[in-house]
């Protein structure tokens, strides 16, 4: 089955500091992949949409300055969390859409602690 | 309303009974409609994935669309306590990039 992976899986940063999160389609290509973040017992919340080699959408209420996007390869994008405060303590999942047949698979995800 | 609506659970059952997992929704434009399994602090993992209306099977879990109702259903046979999970509905309309999510139910299976 396709497979996405994501790194780091569990991260803990000071206030301040910036952190970044991969991405990656390990066997198929995937022009389109999304971020999303999850709050414990809520579902996944949408927070933009990457698309190589262009700018990603976001979504309403996320701000783009704090949360920079980049999807440089049809196998990778990255999630920087600049600035990073403690509301942004937060569990990250990517999905990435296979090209072939458009189904959304999703990553690990990477559990943020900002103290 | 919300586009999606599913009910959070918790559900509880014993090992061995049928499970029912609902969603309704209010767009008729979805088209494609997902089951995700999600285990505690991993990410959603891909359970069934069908396009329009009726029913697809796959071992011990069958999915169910009626797109006259706006209603899907999963449905797993002989709940193992490794069923034990959030499940969560999702569907997308035609050409378009986002997925709507339900807001996932909690199962457990009881040994």
């Known amino acids: 089955g396709a497979v996405v992976s994501q790194h780091p899986s569990r991260v803990i940063c000071k206030s301040g500091t910036s952190v970044k999160i991969e991405c990656r389609s390990l066997d198929f290509q995937a022009t389109t992949m999304f971020w999303y973040r999850q709050f414990p017992k809520q579902s996944l919340m949408l927070m933009a949409t990457s698309n190589e080699g262009s700018k990603a959408t976001y979504e309403q209420g996320v701000e783009k300055d704090k949360f920079l996007i980049n999807h440089a390869s049809l196998t990778l994008s990255t999630l920087t969390v600049t600035s990073a405060h403690p509301e942004d303590s937060s569990f990250y999942i990517c999905?990435?859409?296979?090209?072939?047949?458009?189904?959304?698979?999703f990553g690990p995800g990477t559990r943020l602690t900002v103290l | 309303q919300k586009e999606v609506e599913q009910d959070p659970g918790p559900l509880s059952v014993p090992e061995g009974a049928i499970v029912s997992l609902n969603c309704t929704y209010s767009?008729?434009?979805?088209?494609?409609f997902m089951w995700y399994r999600q285990y505690s602090r991993k990410g959603p993992e891909l359970l069934m994935y069908t396009y329009s209306s009726g029913n697809k099977e796959d071992g011990r879990f069958t999915a169910q669309v009626d797109k006259s109702s706006k209603y899907i259903s999963l449905f797993i046979r002989d709940s193992q306590p490794s069923d034990s999970a959030t499940y969560l509905c999702?569907?997308?309309?035609?050409?378009?990039?986002?997925?709507?999510f339900g807001t996932g139910t909690r199962l457990t299976v009881i040994p």
């Open positions: 999702a569907m997308i309309q035609t050409g378009a990039n986002n997925l709507f």
């Open positions: 999905s990435a859409r296979m090209d072939s047949t458009d189904t959304q698979y």
């Open positions: 767009n008729s434009a979805f088209q494609y």
